[in-house]
């Protein structure tokens, strides 16, 4: 079975610098990869996806995930963090062509200081 | 357009009373999840339905949950004789079909608490 392991509970950055949230997965072929994110009290929203092609993906709000098969990783990362990027980030994998939903990691809590 | 809906938003029970949880996926969206997120167990994912087909249960908790999904639209989730361990929220998700490149669209969920 597929899993997913987001290593870091809780990150904290200072506002305007660089972020990168890491993400390893466990699948034999390659997934579909995702990364959400929830805010206090909302529902989860996509912020980019792989399937294939291009290892460089580009999302909504300035982020980027780069897929490295030889690492079996999808890392998260964005140039300079604003606070309202504070919020839970959730990694997903679904190898079971959705009818086996996705598989998140625990989630990465991201505090911004000022 | 309008996004996945969930109600209630928020449902507080006594323990053993049974609870529905209600989901209304995006109009023409085949495809519905759901999913439960709790602290200790972090998203899990519980149930597929595409269209009207028979969902596979194996992903259910326990045989005191159950889910049916009518005229491939609005779904509800049962949990009957809650325990205090069901607390958790509760998320819905639709996508356009089924296919893991389809995004799914989540609602903001049940938040579920059991006395």
């Known amino acids: 079975a597929q899993s997913v392991t987001q290593p870091d509970i809780h990150i904290t950055v200072s506002e305007g610098a660089s972020l990168e949230l890491r993400c390893n997965y466990s699948?034999?072929?390659?997934?579909?990869l995702f990364w959400y994110v929830q805010s206090p009290g909302q529902g989860l929203q996509l912020l980019l996806k792989?399937?294939?092609?291009?290892?460089l993906v580009q999302g909504i709000k300035g982020f980027e995930a780069e897929f490295k098969r030889s690492q079996s990783s999808f890392n998260l990362r964005k140039p300079s963090v604003h606070w309202s990027d504070a919020a839970e980030y959730f990694c997903?994998?679904?190898?079971?062509?959705?009818?086996?939903?996705?598989?998140f990691g625990k989630g990465t809590h991201l505090i911004i200081q000022p | 357009g309008a996004g996945v809906s969930q109600s209630p938003s928020n449902k507080v029970t006594e323990k053993g009373k049974d609870v529905e949880l209600r989901c209304d996926p995006i109009?023409?969206?085949?495809?519905l999840y759901w999913y439960r997120q709790s602290l200790g167990q972090g998203l899990e994912f519980l149930i597929y339905f595409q269209g009207n087909s028979a969902p596979d249960k194996s992903g259910l908790p326990s045989d005191r949950f159950s889910a049916e999904r009518t005229g491939g639209s609005v779904s509800t989730l049962t949990i009957q004789r809650t325990q205090q361990e069901d607390s958790a929220v509760y998320l819905c998700?639709?996508?356009?079909?089924?296919?893991?490149?389809?995004?799914?669209?989540f609602g903001p969920g049940t938040r579920l608490t059991v006395l």
């Open positions: 998700a639709s996508s356009f079909s089924s296919g893991g490149y389809n995004e799914q669209f």
């Open positions: 792989y399937f294939s092609g291009d290892t």
């Open positions: 997903a994998v679904d190898s079971g062509g959705g009818a086996d939903g996705l598989t």
């Open positions: 699948y034999g072929a390659t997934p579909y």
């Open positions: 109009s023409g969206h085949t495809a």
